[in-house]
């Protein structure tokens, strides 16, 4: 019943709405977003840079999470999507001129790591794009990239905990966690570091960063209640739960976000089966669906597409499968009707009745996931909410059917947007059209100043309240142009050649074509949290390069292999005396041949060494900037050792190579369990990149030819 009066609200409410793409004027739309975007561009850069945010009522700036001029750096992909290539590259060189990471301040690990890390990552992608010169190698290589790096390379300590969860703060100068931090995390810091620091550790060879981000996700799945339900705040030494309200909403929100999304992106089971993208029919009707790689088939049949219900992955089914996924646990607990309530993550009853705006995501979340009819139905309710009061408050009691007192106010935030961009792409549905342009309107006739949008202080009265976020400009103006941009380029999906499932153990055509070429898009586009892009294509380009450099290392060793083959028969024949058929076997003869012309053990010992040569020249180049190579061993930077940094100290002997190298394919690939696989196998589809192992006491020629087997035995 229940159900059937929802449709019949539906349609009520769709009733009489034929705007459509065609009706609607989408070019003048996508200019009125133009407008508001460049009048808080052009005022943030002449009021308010090097600032962090704009001051839009008294025309200023202000810093507010560390002075890194952060509305330029979160703005960087917006240029680009609104194809101002020329101003991007501008401002690219001015943050690389002036961005420092080495800032003696304190910052928080969850924003440092969506808004800069994010931000660095996602230009560094879109550089070639915007006409920007990419050295060669990339984009495994570049200046962006570089400092994304080290910006993440100071917020890495953060994660060295008992438990493998991060603290919440981290000082820049010290590479390390402030004295008498706090302990307590709120999940959403905890869960929302897989997109960046996976995509780090794939670009730049260097594993500690997606394995920290994994590690820490685990132990959130670890710590869940016997329902299911995780709380807000946690105790990141002792693993105790400080805040138990389960939500979807603040201190939690992006977590849920970043276990599909670094599924999607990174082809990771793991991640999928915590999210359960237990996928219905609707996948047929989903445009995104392709990223995930769902079969064609399971669009049309009568069962849900399980992707964990493969052969190679059923021990990992069983194991996450001992309780219910997330989205299952939230139906059953905190779904009322088409809101979502804080309930007790131990006793699952509700403690707060109340919509939050920030769990205004949850719709776009839905649709990436095939749950379309359940993503319209909350979004309808948010919307009604919207044209009550033209925004939507922070907190908004379902009961009463008023904004929360103290709460009312709403700043500039993106997610009510972002779902309907999101079900928009999936649906086509021209009622959605309908309320971008409300959400358009209402910021452009209550929040402009005269140099920017100010955050709207109570959404009652429509005050304003003099701050601009730094996400306005991010997430809400970009979300808003790609609503109406329905060409752009961030819209690519995988075209049907390139659909690979989430457990495909073959390399899709475009990232190992003949040539062993990556190409740009193939994967489409995945938005981390602060709506920064990610070409999930390049992410794996950088695997594909280093397959290239084994190939070459590949052809050398066939060439000294022959020279090896050459010198031991030379060798045989001069211990027979017949090297040179014009020597007379005198003594002084015989010595420039031992000379020019080494026995078996002497070639080796060639050819070991001109293969160990080349071998270091390719690792050094794809050597994190943090670590120094002398040939040998690792060289720890006097800063990691000052700052107590654990993960980073002991590094340089053999053994922790071949720990880094078990670990990466074996914990980080998810190995497929099955005894007719190998120990250690790594599906091509998921294949890292490792840097390359330099063993001195074995010859590299034992690595090459496990990366060899790896990459040709056809294990199916």
Not at 15 to 21: F, K, L, Q, W, Y
Not at 166 to 192: D, H, S
Not at 284 to 291: D, E, F, G, Y
Not at 437 to 447: C, F, G, K, N, W
């Amino acid at each position: 019943m229940k159900l059937l009066s929802f449709y019949w609200l539906y349609s009520v409410l769709y009733a009489g709405v034929i705007c459509t793409e065609q009706s609607l004027d989408l070019q003048s739309l996508k200019e009125r977003v133009k407008r508001i975007f460049y009048h808080s561009y052009d005022n943030y850069l002449q009021h308010a840079y090097p600032y962090d945010e704009l001051r839009p009522l008294t025309c200023d700036g202000q810093d507010t999470w560390g002075s890194f001029s952060l509305t330029l750096v979160d703005t960087l992909d917006t240029l680009v999507v609104l194809g101002n290539y020329t101003e991007f590259r501008r401002a690219v060189e001015l943050l690389l001129e002036n961005l420092d990471p080495n800032k003696n301040v304190n910052v928080s690990v969850f924003e440092t790591n969506i808004r800069v890390v994010g931000g660095l990552l996602s230009a560094h992608l879109l550089a070639k794009r915007a006409g920007m010169y990419t050295e060669p190698g990339w984009p495994c290589h570049g200046r962006l990239l570089d400092l994304a790096e080290r910006f993440a390379s100071k917020i890495l300590p953060a994660f060295s905990t008992p438990s493998g969860m991060p603290y919440g703060t981290v000082n820049l100068a010290l590479g390390g966690v402030p004295l008498k931090e706090t302990p307590v995390t709120c999940v959403a810091t905890i869960g929302t570091c897989i997109l960046e620091f996976g995509a780090l550790s794939r670009l730049t060879g260097d594993l500690r960063y997606e394995k920290a981000a994994l590690r820490a996700l685990r132990a959130l799945w670890a710590h869940r209640s016997h329902l299911g339900l995780i709380g807000n705040h946690i105790n990141v030494l002792t693993g105790e739960w400080v805040g138990s309200e389960a939500t979807i909403g603040a201190g939690v929100d992006s977590y849920f976000e970043y276990l599909l999304k670094g599924a999607i992106m990174f082809r990771l089971p793991e991640l999928d089966a915590m999210f359960r993208v237990a996928v219905p029919n609707c996948w047929r009707c989903s445009a995104i669906a392709p990223l995930l790689g769902i079969p064609r088939t399971a669009c049309h049949s009568e069962h849900k597409y399980d992707p964990l219900r493969t052969t190679s992955h059923q021990t990992t089914s069983r194991r996450l499968h001992s309780r219910s996924d997330y989205r299952e646990i939230i139906r059953k607990h905190m779904k009322f009707g088409s809101w979502h309530y804080m309930v007790s993550m131990k006793q699952g009853s509700v403690t707060s009745p109340l919509f939050q705006s920030l769990e205004a995501f949850w719709p776009g979340v839905l649709a990436l996931a095939g749950d379309i009819e359940e993503a319209k139905e909350s979004l309808l309710q948010y919307h009604q909410v919207w044209k009550k009061y033209g925004f939507l408050p922070e907190m908004y009691d379902i009961n009463s059917g008023r904004p929360v007192s103290g709460r009312a106010a709403y700043p500039l935030r993106p997610e009510f947007i972002e779902s309907v961009m999101h079900l928009y792409r999936a649906t086509r549905d021209p009622y959605l059209l309908e309320v971008g342009v409300d959400v358009l309107t209402s910021i452009e006739s209550q929040a402009r100043t005269g140099c920017g949008f100010a955050t709207v202080s109570d959404v009652r009265t429509h005050s304003l309240e003099d701050r601009m976020e730094s996400f306005f400009l991010a997430e809400t103006i970009k979300y808003l142009y790609l609503l109406f941009d329905t060409e752009n380029f961030l819209h690519t999906v995988p075209s049907e050649e390139r659909d690979h499932s989430i457990h495909s153990t073959s390399p899709p055509p475009t990232w190992a074509s003949s040539e062993q070429q990556c190409e740009p898009e193939s994967g489409g586009y995945i938005f981390n949290t602060e709506a920064h892009p990610f070409d999930s294509g390049l992410i794996h380009c950088c695997s594909i390069q280093r397959v290239q450099a084994l190939d070459a290392t590949a052809h050398l060793t066939v060439q000294l292999s022959e020279l090896d083959l050459n010198l031991t028969s030379l060798s045989s024949h001069a211990d027979a005396g017949t090297v040179n058929d014009e020597s007379d076997g005198t003594a002084d003869d015989q010595g420039d041949v031992d000379e020019a012309l080494p026995g078996p053990a002497a070639g080796r010992k060639v050819l070991e060494a001109k293969l160990m040569e080349e071998v270091d020249k390719t690792f050094i180049k794809l050597l994190s900037p943090g670590l120094k190579w002398d040939g040998s061993s690792f060289e720890v930077p006097r800063e990691w050792r000052q700052s107590g940094n654990t993960m980073a100290v002991e590094v340089g002997s053999d053994e922790w190579l071949s720990s880094l190298w078990q670990d990466m394919s074996g914990l980080l690939m998810l190995s497929p369990s099955e005894d007719k696989y190998p120990t250690g196998y790594v599906p091509p589809l998921m294949r890292r990149s490792p840097p390359l192992l330099t063993c001195p006491n074995i010859p590299f020629s034992v690595h090459l030819k496990s990366f060899q087997d790896l990459d040709t035995v056809d294990l199916r």
